[in-house]
Every structure is written in structure tokens, then in C-alpha cells.
């Protein structure tokens, strides 16, 4: 009886996970055309919560508008919680393919890693973008050139 309860929980999560993807494809973005998954945990973070998430967005977007040239993306975040982070393209050319796009994410490692809690915490060295949103609590990162392709990266604990 445990397992089977187990089992209908867990299904109901990824359902409902799905769904709220479902109904950011093809509005904010085109269909997910590739995915991955990021399982790594450097440690253990701080408790994270939807004011975070937001707030984190909210800076993104704040530093993208206060920069001389205007934004090339833009990032914002979904769900209830907040907890599915979207960066679309406002350009042809900044996510053409999935190879600029993983560059300017790694720009961001680099921007984030003069940040004052990777350096509290001894992660500047160590940690990624990726790894900062796996800390806030985000389950999904989509990226995407706005037009013909999406990829969307999972975050999981292991």
C-alpha cells in the first residue's frame, strides 16, 4: 500500500509539472525541442522561497535595464512558487543556437561568481549558474532563441 501511494505521488508531481510547463510552451516560448537534467549538489543550501526567486529575477532584470544598450533577453519566472525560470531571446542573434546560449550562461557563472554569497560560502571557484538556481529552489530553467527552439534543463537532488 506504501509503495503504490508512493507511486501515485510521484506521478501526480510530474503531472503537475508537465502541466505548468504545458502552459508556457507555445506562449512564452516555442515547444521544448531538448532537454537535460542537472543533479549535481555542491552542498546543502539555505533555505530558499518564491521572495528569492523573485527577487533574483528581479535584479537580473533590473541590471539588464540600468546597462547603456538595451536587453538581449530576458529572463522571468513562472508558477505558482516562481520556481520555473524562462530566458527568451528579444534578438535573432544572442541564442541562435544552443551553443550561444550555454556561452552567455556561462557569462553569468562568471557574473555570479563575484556575487557575495558565492564568495561567503568558498564556491566562486566551483559553482555555476546552474548550481546558484539549484540553491534558490528552481525545478526548470528554459532557454530558448524565442522562435524555432527551446531547451529546458531539470534540477533535481539526488
Not at 532584470?61 to 544598450?69: D, F, S, Y
Request: proline letters at 3%; hydrophobic letters at 40%; a negative charge.
Amino acid at each position: 500500500m506504501m509503495i503504490r501511494t508512493l507511486a501515485v505521488t510521484c506521478a501526480l508531481l510530474t503531472a503537475t509539472i508537465a502541466s505548468a510547463q504545458e502552459r508556457y510552451e507555445g506562449y512564452y516560448y516555442p515547444e521544448v525541442t531538448s532537454t537535460e537534467d542537472f543533479n549535481r549538489v555542491i552542498r546543502q543550501a539555505p533555505q530558499s522561497s518564491k521572495d528569492v526567486r523573485v527577487g533574483f529575477v528581479t535584479s537580473l532584470t533590473v541590471a539588464q535595464l540600468a546597462a547603456p544598450e538595451s536587453p538581449r533577453f530576458v529572463f522571468f519566472a513562472k508558477g505558482g512558487d516562481a520556481k520555473h525560470l524562462t530566458a527568451v531571446a528579444l534578438d535573432d542573434e544572442v541564442f541562435s543556437t544552443i551553443y550561444r546560449a550555454r556561452a552567455v550562461l556561462a557569462q553569468l557563472t562568471s557574473n555570479m561568481r563575484n556575487n557575495d554569497f558565492f564568495r561567503q560560502q568558498n564556491l566562486e571557484s566551483v559553482a555555476t549558474f546552474f548550481d546558484l538556481l539549484q540553491f534558490m529552489d528552481f525545478e526548470t530553467l528554459v532557454i530558448s532563441d524565442g522562435e524555432t527552439w527551446s531547451h529546458q534543463v531539470n534540477f533535481t537532488k539526488n
